[in-house]
């Protein structure tokens, strides 16, 4: 599988943090999941389990409403950087394939461009038993991907970047290109360093359809599959960039 880790603002969760944590769509985004959670009746302190939490910022707010939370991400450094920036939250490195924390919970997230990474078929379906048996019967999941029923090129995808800070300052321009036969988005992302250098980033993610998604779900106990496709939750005719997904789990 590609590693999908190889940009700079994945060698330097900080940089990373500084772009996401404070970006509106962030913010928003993360009181969607709340939003969520509060809908299917995971109230505080139903234990969550977020993977591909990076540097977990979606996860502390969770927290600070009072739920009991754990993250695990497969990269050291974004998990170093969330302990010391959240110590009083559980955080784990491991591969959301085939991680096993040891326990179950009532909410399992997975947001923000994760399971793209994951590109195979057969690693999709490590991922779902992944989901499966964290589950609590009757857990949510609540699963954020990339829509490409209602955006296959991508143009709802943030594709400027900017980090202007003292120490640092960069701007990111992205474009994308789609493997249809092997649904996977590629993002070409060039970044203009202070001082004249630039730097390469590509980075590939596996495109899923509703319905191959529910079949993938439904296989692994998961059933009532809802899906939106903005973060208001308002609309469902799935033309929206993102798919913003919940299931329960039945066992
Ligand atoms: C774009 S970040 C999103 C982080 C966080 N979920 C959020 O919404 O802010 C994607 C994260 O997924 C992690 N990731 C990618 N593939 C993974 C895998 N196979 N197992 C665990 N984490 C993974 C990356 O290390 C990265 O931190």
């Not at 995808?157 to 120490?167: G, H, T, V």
Request: proline share 3%.
């Amino acid at each position: 599988m590609t590693t999908n880790t190889s940009g700079f603002l994945y060698r330097s969760p900080e940089l990373y943090d500084s772009i996401y944590r404070f970006d509106d769509t962030g913010v928003r985004l993360t009181k969607m999941c709340h939003e969520l959670l509060v809908r299917n009746g995971k109230l505080p302190p139903s234990p969550v389990l977020d993977l591909g939490c990076g540097t977990a910022y979606k996860l502390a707010y969770l927290h600070e409403a009072g739920y009991e939370c754990v993250g695990v991400d497969y990269l050291e450094g974004m998990i170093q950087y969330a302990r010391g920036e959240y110590p009083d939250i559980r955080f784990e490195v491991g591969d959301v394939r085939d991680v096993r924390v040891g326990r179950k919970f009532d909410v399992i997230t997975c947001l923000g461009w994760v399971i793209e990474n994951v590109h195979s078929c057969e690693d999709i379906t490590k991922v779902m038993a992944t989901f499966a048996t964290h589950a609590n019967p009757g857990a949510l999941l609540v699963l954020g991907t990339h829509n490409p029923i209602g955006d296959l090129v991508a143009l709802g995808a943030k594709s400027d970047f900017a980090i202007e800070r003292e120490d640092f300052q960069a701007t990111g321009s992205a474009s994308f290109t789609v493997d249809r036969r092997r649904q996977i988005l590629t993002r070409n992302l060039t970044w203009s360093l202070a001082g004249g250098a630039t730097e390469e980033e590509v980075t590939s993610y596996r495109l899923f359809f509703p319905m191959e998604l529910e079949h993938y779900l439904t296989s692994h106990g998961f059933g009532d599959v809802t899906m939106y496709d903005d973060i208001e939750l308002t609309s469902t005719d799935l033309e929206g960039s993102m798919l913003y997904v919940t299931a329960t789990y039945q066992g």
